[in-house]
């Protein structure tokens, strides 16, 4: 009787291991025709899904990208650059701000000087700062020169999907520090042309990514762009400018772009993504890496004498919690339902790209806001078998971007509002009643507040002072309300209420700074 019953209970388990491969089989074939389907239809939408799709253009002699990231590489770090440069735009707690190209020196309380981080109140000079910007002088006149070419593409390879190198990235960002902090040093010495010869191509820099088109290479570029914004302010509040000075400068703002940019991106990063699943389907070690070894990291700590990260020493729990991670759950997901995964991403990236579009179309963000809002609840509305198969958590930060785009669109806005102000201020003495004065004199059209598709917001206190400001992100006129959220103290224009261009601080708030810096 034993036997039998034995006999039965194997022959059930055997059956159910069996049931189990035909599961998993099926689930493998339902992910691919499902994929495959998926893919057609964004295919006969004319939707681009290869490296091929995007083939790389010819090289081209007159392609300043390449030189110009090799010459940022070779800039020398000095006394005061790349890491001390001049204050700029230094925010009060009131929203007036700092103008840094008037101050005499600058204090900080530490700086990272030849490779090591020096933990003393430093005192940096504006002679010093010239003698940087002196021994680089002819790597910066290469770089400017490189950047004046008709053509710049880093030739950035679709095709190498999750491997793709982005190491021209950080020195195009750093190179907004070398180009500023010239432009400052201009302005400190009374120098408003040499000013605008730095400043000019410091705001032209993000044309040197935008045909990386990729979301990390976008979001590098509207960083870049809100630099540039700081440091126009800080042109801004120097006197002695024409009004062929200012409209130069507002035409270097004017060709800047960001949300159809950012839209474009989402389209390359299909290719990029199905690169990752692929490698992940390749290997069973990059499989493991993206789906799991990405949450241990920030658990490891960094051993400064090795200069490694280490990893904690692990419980016999979580021991075999990584067992089970590294070689049965990573191996069943690229077998089973890496194909499922993907094509949830994909619908995921999809929806996105097109949220992109009509961002740029419609120019507001609470239309942006609204639609992330369903991406959020659709993306997340997964059970405990969508949380094991749908591991894409590469895409989860995405939705963001395309706010910032609209940040960037709306810091652009602001920006060529002000320098328009200033050349009516220069013309008629005065700044005007409404903006509506500005076109077409100094505008073709009143520029739009990306945050809520309505026109930047504008009030005159005085004949010689103006509030211009955005509604900020939460898509409320709060009138040019510059109260920061309780308990905050960032420098952020976007963390008020309203975004507000900033008046110059009073004399007493710049007093107050400067005996600030002293004392901490």
């Excluded at 652009?412 to 200033?422: H, M, N, Q, S």
Aim: glycine letters at 6%; hydrophobic letters at 40%; a positive charge.
């Amino acid at each position: 009787m034993l036997k039998r019953r034995l006999k039965f209970v194997g022959k059930v388990l055997l059956a159910l291991v069996a049931l189990f491969v035909v599961f998993l089989l099926v689930e493998r074939f339902r992910g691919q025709i499902a994929l495959a389907s998926y893919q057609k239809e964004l295919v006969a939408k004319g939707e681009k899904l290869s490296p091929q799709d995007f083939a790389l253009p010819a090289l081209d002699a007159d392609n300043g990208a390449p030189e110009a990231i090799k010459a940022i590489e070779s800039l020398t770090n000095g006394t005061v650059l790349p890491y001390s440069y001049p204050p700029r735009m230094k925010l009060m707690a009131s929203g007036r701000a700092l103008v840094g190209f008037r101050e005499s020196e600058w204090i900080e309380a530490g700086s990272f000087r030849d490779g090591e981080w020096v933990d003393e109140k430093i005192t940096n000079r504006w002679d010093q700062l010239a003698a940087d910007l002196k021994a680089n002088a002819a790597t910066l006149a290469r770089i400017r020169a490189a950047l004046e070419k008709p053509t710049l593409n880093n030739r950035v390879d679709l095709s190498e999907g999750a491997k793709m190198k982005f190491s021209h990235l950080a020195p195009a960002k750093s190179l907004t520090f070398w180009l500023g902090s010239g432009s400052q040093l201009a302005l400190h010495e009374g120098r408003n042309k040499d000013a605008l010869e730095w400043l000019l191509p410091q705001i032209g820099i993000p044309r040197l990514l935008a045909e990386d088109r990729t979301i990390i290479g976008e979001l590098v570029r509207i960083a870049i762009s809100a630099i540039a914004r700081v440091d126009t302010w800080e042109a801004l509040q120097a006197s002695g400018w024409t009004d062929e000075d200012l409209l130069s400068l507002q035409r270097a703002w004017e060709i800047q772009r960001f949300a159809p940019e950012m839209a474009r991106s989402f389209e390359t990063e299909r290719v990029v993504s199905a690169g990752w699943y692929d490698a992940m389907r390749a290997s069973n070690e990059e499989a493991y890496n993206g789906l799991f070894r990405w949450k241990e990291a920030p658990f490891d700590s960094y051993d400064p004498e090795t200069k490694r990260w280490v990893a904690p020493e692990l419980t016999l729990q979580q021991k075999a919690k990584r067992f089970w991670e590294r070689h049965i759950h990573s191996r069943l997901w690229r077998f089973v339902w890496s194909h499922q995964a993907e094509l949830h991403g994909l619908r995921a990236i999809q929806s996105l790209t097109e949220t992109g579009r009509q961002a740029a179309t419609n120019k507001s963000n609470l239309f942006v806001e609204q639609s992330i809002k369903q991406w959020t609840n659709d993306y997340y509305s997964a059970g405990f078998y969508d949380r094991i198969r749908q591991l894409d958590h590469n895409i989860k930060a995405m939705p963001r971007s395309v706010t910032k785009a609209m940040r960037g669109k709306t810091d652009r806005a602001l920006t060529i509002t002000a320098i328009a102000l200033k050349r009516h201020f220069l013309r008629h003495k005065e700044y005007p009643a409404a903006l509506d004065s500005l076109v077409p004199e100094f505008l073709r059209a009143i520029p739009t507040d990306y945050m809520d598709g309505k026109a930047i917001k504008y009030r005159r206190t005085d004949a010689t002072n103006f509030l211009l400001y955005s509604v900020g992100e939460d898509g409320r006129d709060d009138g040019g309300d510059l109260t920061l959220p309780a308990g905050s103290k960032s420098k952020d224009l976007w963390r008020r209420r309203d975004c507000v261009w900033p008046a110059p601080a009073t004399p007493e708030e710049v007093e107050e700074c400067r005996r600030e810096a002293i004392k901490n």
